[in-house]
């Protein structure tokens, strides 16, 4: 599977309901965004928690509320304001065609669990659709706890000197259904990890030949900003 990582985020603002719409049109099979929880428990798409980097102006995530979130508009390049607001999950959900996936990155804690499992209770979309993502091992598995039916996996941030046995241990642990990583370089890793029954998945991966190679290794999706160049080279 492609998956556009943050939407089309080369052309438009990053996590921005026109950057994910623009995916479909891609051929993509699905998208990757950002979560934080606000003040009052909604779930805004955004990387960072606070607005400077994407609106030019700052607001925590967690210490405001959504109707203070949504009066500001997201930057990009050039433009300061570009009346696109940040959407909430429940919006981007929204516009999520049927058939296609969301890759939903928690960037808190475990205080998201329960406003989460409410918006995908309620949305539209099905259970195979939605999968969690996350470097909080501990997330992972309070999250596979409460919705066991949702597909999560585990994010690590490669090493070489990793210890596979120790990464198998964190996944069986945490329950989690595999891993999702940046290596570009160990088939040993993706061999053990999906020979174990998880399943392997990669970003962020820009490149088109070490895109094939991974393809060839056997990852599940790759997450990427360039997600056109990389699907016309299948």
């Given at each position: 599977?492609?998956i556009?990582?943050?939407?089309?985020?080369?052309?438009?603002?990053?996590?921005?309901?026109?950057?994910?719409?623009?995916?479909?049109?891609?051929?993509?099979?699905?998208?990757?965004?950002?979560?934080?929880?606000?003040?009052?428990?909604?779930?805004?798409?955004?990387?960072d928690d606070?607005?400077?980097?994407?609106?030019?102006?700052?607001?925590?995530?967690?210490?405001?509320?959504l109707?203070?979130?949504?009066?500001?508009?997201?930057?990009?390049?050039?433009?300061?304001?570009?009346?696109?607001?940040?959407?909430?999950?429940?919006?981007?959900?929204?516009?999520?065609?049927?058939?296609?996936?969301?890759?939903?990155?928690?960037?808190?804690?475990?205080?998201?669990i329960?406003?989460?499992?409410?918006?995908?209770?309620?949305?539209?979309?099905?259970?195979?659709?939605?999968?969690?993502?996350?470097?909080?091992?501990?997330?992972?598995?309070?999250f596979?706890?409460?919705?066991?039916?949702?597909?999560?996996?585990?994010?690590?941030?490669?090493?070489?000197?990793?210890?596979?046995?120790?990464?198998?241990?964190?996944?069986?642990?945490i329950?989690?259904?595999?891993?999702?990583?940046?290596?570009?370089?160990?088939?040993?890793?993706?061999?053990?990890?999906i020979?174990?029954g998880?399943?392997?998945?990669?970003?962020?991966?820009?490149?088109?030949?070490?895109?094939?190679?991974?393809?060839?290794?056997?990852?599940?999706?790759?997450?990427?900003?360039?997600?056109?160049?990389?699907?016309n080279?299948?």
């Amino acid at each position: 599977m492609i998956i556009a990582h943050r939407g089309v985020s080369y052309s438009l603002p990053e996590n921005s309901l026109p950057a994910f719409e623009a995916s479909w049109s891609l051929g993509v099979d699905g998208i990757e965004g950002d979560f934080h929880l606000t003040k009052d428990g909604f779930i805004l798409c955004i990387h960072d928690d606070d607005t400077q980097r994407v609106c030019n102006k700052k607001l925590i995530v967690r210490d405001s509320t959504l109707e203070e979130l949504k009066q500001l508009n997201l930057s990009y390049k050039d433009s300061i304001n570009s009346k696109i607001k940040i959407p909430t999950l429940a919006e981007v959900l929204e516009v999520l065609p049927n058939g296609k996936k969301i890759f939903i990155e928690i960037k808190c804690g475990v205080e998201i669990i329960k406003p989460l499992f409410k918006e995908l209770s309620q949305s539209k979309i099905n259970t195979e659709q939605a999968v969690i993502i996350s470097f909080d091992e501990k997330f992972i598995k309070a999250f596979k706890s409460v919705a066991p039916n949702y597909k999560a996996y585990w994010l690590y941030s490669y090493e070489l000197d990793c210890n596979i046995n120790n990464i198998l241990y964190v996944l069986n642990d945490i329950k989690a259904d595999g891993l999702s990583s940046d290596n570009e370089n160990s088939k040993t890793l993706i061999d053990r990890i999906i020979d174990a029954g998880f399943e392997y998945h990669s970003w962020t991966i820009d490149d088109i030949d070490i895109a094939k190679k991974l393809i060839s290794w056997r990852v599940q999706s790759i997450t990427t900003n360039n997600p056109d160049q990389i699907r016309n080279e299948q």
